[in-house]
């Protein structure tokens, strides 16, 4: 286990809390107030980066639970979050519905067509599920782009989004906002998992005959957890709008699906921590690539004229292989790594790395 | 009644290309159950570098054409040695996931070398129309589905008589005895992964000289995974029934819904065939229904 030695268990409800000790206590404290003084410290411009890690870890939480818990792939996520962002923008703008209605409309409606998309995973699996997605994604896009409800390829602007008589107009309040959001959804995450639902989702993923035969209700399981994993991708879609204003088709790429299975990927598949440390982590490197490209464009001029533009996909798709390959429990294990090893100093070298 | 041959000729023909596309897909797949979702942009970097070679380097087609066959074969190896070998016996979670990442760095490379998003290729055949009853085609139209069927051809023949194919084809049926044959199962695996570049390769060329390189041709390349789900996932007769049917739906649905339904519906139609194959019969017309133990 991951608890230091002498943490005894004197009831139940102790021991399923998730901060055990002192040190979680003292540390997960002083996250929240790292967390929430951020704004006092960091500029706009950074501000708006951990909005947007915010509400991505949101979407691939949702992703997580679908891909890493139930093991049912799905490359059309962006599309998933873009039901969400639209029926969100289309609630707000047209109909003028206040912010948390459109929110929850908007998890729910991408939620149901997440479900609809779901529905041949009770037969099929793997690469079937895979090519259902996508088309999902192609499909959902073409729509948003051809439909006059949506605007079309104009795109349609949001309102801020605003609660009682508070707006949140400016990076910071947003920042409030979105780390509320994302905090109650990762929690709701985490209990998931670790409940009945969860566990009957690892045992869809690990053996679905298996778990048939033990009386997991398989399609009861599966479209529950495209319905949880889409609605997750509804509500980051509808903060999203709200974050960036305007909504346009090319926010959501098949290209961006492809990088939230990735981030799924790095940070861990199957574990509460992964989409977290995944999501920073590819979004910080995003960060490092648009900074240090045009450096190295100075320093090089003979660089083809393309390199601004390729080389981040060229890192990202290398960095998914490489993850794969070499580490292919991600971040989330390494992290666990360290910490067995922090707790067993000096003696690390009886870690059974595994 | 022209309009309507035409949409015929040009379709069946699109549709040769998209089920030689499939073949590259479904021959890894038989030999390796692993699924290649960067077969749309193998497609594009092979178009591209044929461009790079035609044009850029301005070289007779009797040398670039050759070199584009070479770099896919090149490319294929290295795709397997360096992403897919570390991970055979992986779960198909990893398979699938590891060639959504190489399909992101072609991505990269392709934007990287080529920044220009469209270009269209010298023209390598013909340029005088062909005149079918009252339809007029260009001339591309036939020679992709001549070329297309003649590799069908000789890939079939490959499979049938030569001891590669038929050592492919057992590494399809059962690895473990095949290995206790002394058939070198990694040494199929990477011929497999060569073949389907090259497929992909030639089907890219074909398709560009039709329509020019845009990054559109990722979508023919997920198009062609229509012609699988259709066909069925391990079947070489269902990719060729599959693809001229794909190819038919796909322009004639296209000539006849784009007024009634919007532009661009041309584009989705094998998308939207994908969710009903899914939903009626997901294994397709000709695969065989995995049975499954424990």
Redesign the interface.
Known sequence: MDLPCGTRNYDYAKDMAILRTRTHWALFIGLLVIVFTAPLYLGNYWLGVANLIGITIIAVTGLNILMGYCGQLSIGHAGFIAVGAYTAAVLTNRLGFPFLAGLICSGFTAGFIGLIFGIPSVRVKGFYLAITTIAAQFIIIWIITHWSVTGGFVGISVPYASIGGISFKGEASQFYLIMVITAVCILFAKNLARGRVGRAFIAIRDNDLAAEVMGVNLLHYKLLAFFIGCFLAGIAGSLFAHWIGFLSAENFTLTDSILYVGMVVIGGLGTTLGPILGVIFIRLLQQGIMYISPVLENAFPGLPAGFATGVGPMVFGLVIVLFLILEPRGLAHRWGLFKSAYRLWPFSYCLDIT | MAEFLQYVITGLAVGMVYALIALGFALV?KSSSV?N?ALGQLVLISSWFTYGMLVQASLPYWLGLPLTILFALLLGWIIERF?LR??VA?P???L???T????????????????MSVAALPRIFPVEPVHIGPAVVSQEYIWAAVISLALFGLLSLFFRYHRMGVAMRATADDQLAVQACAIPVTSVFSTSWMFACVVAAIGGVLISCIGGITFGL??TG?KS??VV?LGG?NSFVGCIVAGPIIGLCENLGGGYLTPL?????K??IP??I??IV??IK??GLFGETRI???
């Open positions: 797949w699924a979702l992403a570390p991970l992986q198909i979670l990893s699938i996931t590891v959504l990442g190489v399909a992101y760095f072609l991505e990269g490379v392709v934007s990287f070398i080529w920044p990722v979508e997920l995974f229509s789900i996932l339904i919007g532009p661009g519906i584009d989705i998308f939207i994908i969710i899914m939903f997901p294994y499954e133990r424990i």
